[in-house]
T-cell receptor, first 113, second 112 residues
Framework: EDQVTQSPEALRLQEGESSSLNCSYT??????LFWYRQDPGKGPEFLFT???AGEEKEKERLKATLTKKESFLHITAPKPEDSATYLC??????????????FGKGTHLIIQP | DAGVIQSPRHEVTEMGQEVTLRCKPI?????LFWYRQTMMRGLELLIY????????DSGMPEDRFSAKMPNASFSTLKIQPSEPRDSAVYFC??????????FGDGTRLSIL
């Protein structure tokens, strides 16, 4: 069974204080690893897809990296508007439900001014 | 372009009543997904369709839940009869082959 574990569950940072969120996963074969951002009362918003170990993607203050067992979302010099819940999900290569995503429970990030 | 549209945004009903949630996917997308989000279990896949055909419903919790996709622009998730433990936020997502999923803003369902 595919599993995704995110840590920490919650993180409070000062504006400008860089940090990293962790996503550990177990999957029979990885087709893709996804990062989403979710604001209160909204649906998840797509950020990145990573396909193979060593791959990196960047968008503004966010950078996602991937190894064979985990992914990191690095946040550099965050601003209050980066406050949100960040969700990690995996899509397996084969088997029933191969097109659905298995999500972690997310990291609730708060950036204080 | 309009995103995934879900209705209603909020639904409050009494135990035993039938509940119907609606979703309009992004035009041109050929996959549609229904998820449920709770504090305890996070975001869980219930069922998904490809070209209007149900592909995997293994996440549907029990026979009280059913989903249909009569055409490419509309899907429903029905709960009959509803129970308090069905209270959650239900999300619909759609995508085109090989692309990431795009989510609607969900329906917050409360069963009293």
């Amino acid at each position: 069974e595919d599993q995704v574990t995110q840590s920490p569950e919650a993180l409070r940072l000062q504006e400008g204080e860089s940090s990293s969120l962790n996503c550990s996963y177990t999957v029979s074969g990885l087709r893709g690893l996804f990062w989403y951002r979710q604001d209160p009362g909204k649906g998840p918003e797509f950020l990145f897809t990573l396909y193979s170990a060593g791959e990196e993607k960047e968008k503004e203050r966010l950078k996602a990296t991937l190894t064979k067992k985990e992914s990191f979302l690095h946040i550099t010099a965050p601003k209050p508007e980066d406050s949100a819940t960040y969700l990690c999900a995996v899509q397996p290569y084969s088997g029933g439900g191969a097109d659905g995503l298995t999500f972690g429970k997310g990291t609730h990030l708060i950036i204080q001014p | 372009d309009a995103g995934v549209i879900q209705s209603p945004r909020h639904e409050v009903t009494e135990m035993g009543q039938e509940v119907t949630l609606r979703c309009k996917p992004i035009s041109g997308h050929d996959y549609l997904f229904w998820y449920r989000q709770t504090m305890m279990r996070g975001l869980e896949l219930l069922i998904y369709f490809n070209n209007n055909v149900p592909i995997d419903d293994s996440g549907m919790p029990e026979d009280r839940f059913s989903a249909k996709m009569p055409n490419a622009s509309f899907s429903t998730l029905k709960i009959q009869p509803s129970e308090p433990r069905d209270s959650a936020v239900y999300f619909c997502a759609s995508r085109y082959s090989g692309q990431p999923q795009h989510f609607g803003d969900g329906t917050r369902l409360s069963i009293l």
